[in-house]
């Protein structure tokens, strides 16, 4: 099953304008990942964020945490004709009861991001 | 370095024929994980291993399905009497692990798999 619900579904802007792309789950979470994937195919880490921060950068990407509010934001700025691809935010579950996280990612459905030339 | 490897590309199968799906992860990682990502279900866990040991085979969707990590290296997912709708792109991934926390995951390129 799907923790994670993105919004918007579909994203479609303009060359250098900025994106902006919302995640939610619903459980506790030792991290949040944002993945980017092209056609479909293999998925590219962009930023792990742990339950602890609360903003990370890396280049131009942003991304915030709340966990209070079980949300994550990711803020891609200038954006560029490259930058079009689906995005996804994955959470990675708090520790079981033994303390370990094994990195069972759950995957949210993605934005599909179009950047215009 | 390299990263993650995954074959075949591309695979076409018969409805009811066995299929062997490879994962070579990056060297040094201990974690090794494999998704399906279908139209319908989207990214779904299918299994992790850590070295060879599968604590949790949970997302695997069916007794068809199995899975096996030698020497803490390559992984095989093997599908017995495929159906159609195990048609999806298989992903497989791995990462590094230090004291029992686990960093972000390396994926491959996948397998399309499609059962006609």
């Known amino acids: 099953s799907q923790q994670g619900e993105e919004d918007p579904q579909a994203l479609s802007i303009q060359e250098g304008e900025n994106a902006t792309m919302n995640c939610s789950y619903k459980?506790?979470?030792?991290?949040l990942q944002w993945y980017r994937q092209n056609s479909g195919r293999g998925l590219v880490h962009l930023i792990l964020?742990?339950?602890?921060?609360r903003e990370k950068h890396s280049g131009r990407l942003r991304v915030t945490l709340d966990t209070s509010k079980k949300s994550s934001s990711l803020l891609i700025t200038a954006s560029r004709a490259a930058d079009t691809a689906s995005y996804f935010c994955?959470?990675?579950?708090?520790?079981?009861?033994?303390?370990?996280?094994?990195?069972?990612?759950?995957f949210g459905q993605g934005t599909i991001l179009t950047v215009h030339p | 370095g390299a990263g993650v490897s995954q074959s075949p590309s591309n695979k076409v199968t018969e409805k009811g024929k066995d299929v062997e799906l490879r994962c070579d992860p990056i060297?040094?990682?201990?974690?090794l994980y494999w998704y399906r990502q279908s139209l319908g279900q989207g990214l779904e866990f299918l299994i992790y291993?850590?070295?060879?040991?599968?604590?949790?085979k949970s997302g695997l969707p069916s007794d068809r399905f199995s899975a096996e990590r030698t020497g803490g290296s390559v992984s095989t997912l093997t599908i017995q009497r495929t159906q159609q709708e195990d048609s999806a792109v298989y992903l497989c991934?791995?990462?590094?692990?230090?004291?029992?926390?686990?960093?972000?995951?390396?994926f491959g390129p996948g397998t399309r798999l499609t059962v006609t």
């Open positions: 991934a791995s990462s590094f692990t230090s004291r029992g926390s686990h960093y972000e995951q390396y």
């Open positions: 459980t506790s979470i030792n991290n």
């Open positions: 964020i742990r339950s602890n921060e």
């Open positions: 994955a959470t990675d579950p708090t520790p079981n009861a033994g303390g370990t996280s094994y990195g069972k990612l759950t």
């Open positions: 060297s040094g990682h201990t974690a």
């Open positions: 291993f850590q070295g060879n040991s599968a604590p949790d």
